[in-house]
């Protein structure tokens, strides 16, 4: 059972426009929800997260929207770049628990020059 | 370099021998946690250590594999016979006691069993 599903699988975006990527989760008992962003031959690094308590967290180009009743959120990235293309994942976790931390299968971002 | 490290980088094996991969974290994070990941998929969690306290392993981790962090130092991530299917980029992350403060990845360990 796949608890956190991501899409789309993969994503064109032209230089400057909008790339939305959208997550949904079974469990309940999650209570963070964090983006990681994967360059090729590189581990994933985080780029931000949110907690359920809030529906929305903005940091620079970077905007998670979060909708609790529907169990879904999503990452926007605004004026997105050439250099944004990566592979990003959601994610779940039980923080103060067991911790560890459910990916999503991955979103391949690429934004055309 | 305070990063998490991972070695070796790549890694070719012969299918029925053993590996050992090791990661050292971030010093002052006391838990390590490994992942598996497949071509086009998210990471997949193995198992994860607090200090030197493993302190939950995923079905994933068969009897094949063993991971050990003595001392709550650096870790070693065991396969032994391996298998085709064992083929994929192992990774390492290390974070303070809880994961909201920051999970850091290591640039993982690719595997190939040919």
């Known amino acids: 059972q796949q608890q956190v599903k991501q899409s789309p699988q993969s994503l064109i975006v032209q230089k400057g426009g909008i790339s939305i990527i959208n997550c949904a989760y079974e469990?309940?008992?999650?209570?963070?929800f964090p983006w990681y962003q994967q360059f090729p031959g590189k581990g994933p690094a985080l780029l931000i997260a949110?907690?359920?308590?809030?529906s929305e967290k903005k940091e620079g180009r970077f905007t998670i929207s979060f909708n609790k009743s529907a169990k879904q959120f999503s990452l926007h990235i605004m004026d997105s770049q050439p250099g944004d293309s990566a592979t990003y994942f959601c994610?779940?976790?039980?923080?103060?628990?067991?911790?560890?931390?459910?990916f999503g299968k991955g979103t391949r971002l690429h934004i055309l020059p | 370099d305070t990063g998490v490290s991972q070695d070796p980088r790549h890694k070719i094996t012969k299918r029925g021998q053993n590996v050992t991969f090791r990661c050292d974290p971030i010093s002052e994070h006391n838990r390590l946690y490994w992942y598996r990941q497949t071509l086009g998929q998210g990471p997949e969690f193995l198992t994860y250590f607090q200090n030197e306290a493993q302190l939950e392993k995923s079905r994933l981790l068969s009897d094949r594999f063993s991971a050990e962090r003595p001392k709550g130092s650096f870790s070693t991530l065991e396969i032994q016979r391996t298998e085709q299917g064992d083929s994929a980029m192992y990774l390492c992350?290390?974070?303070?006691?809880?994961?909201?403060?920051?999970?850091?990845f290591g640039s993982g360990t690719r595997l190939t069993v040919v």
């Open positions: 949110i907690r359920p308590d809030v």
């Open positions: 992350a290390s974070s303070p006691t809880w994961t909201v403060y920051g999970y850091t």
């Open positions: 994610a779940a976790s039980i923080i103060y628990r067991d911790d560890k931390i459910i």
């Open positions: 469990n309940t008992a999650f209570d963070y």
